[in-house]
């Protein structure tokens, strides 16, 4: 999977908020331990959504079909799509 594949999956999804913006990295192993999806295997991207216009830190998880969930950081949203590119 390609990183701009899950920027621009996020960005297109049909979502509430709507994302805007998306800038993501593969997550450190102190970010992984702090992420709210465990030790599944599947790889997680720390990124910087602006959702609804505001800016935040968000969680995303890539399952291997190229779906994704992301969880912001700051509890009470979530956003799930598919696109990002099959793993």
């Not at 830190?57 to 992301?70: K, M």
């Amino acid at each position: 999977m390609r990183l701009h594949h899950l920027e621009h999956a996020l960005t297109v999804a049909r979502s509430n908020p709507t994302v805007t913006a998306a800038t993501c990295h593969l997550e450190t192993a102190s970010q992984l331990r702090k992420s709210p999806f465990g030790s599944s295997g599947a790889p997680v991207y720390s990124c910087s959504l602006t959702a609804g216009g505001v800016p935040a830190a968000w969680d995303v998880q890539v399952l291997a079909s190229g779906c994704f969930v992301a969880e912001r950081v700051s509890p009470g949203k979530a956003i799930y799509g598919c696109g990002a590119g099959k793993l």
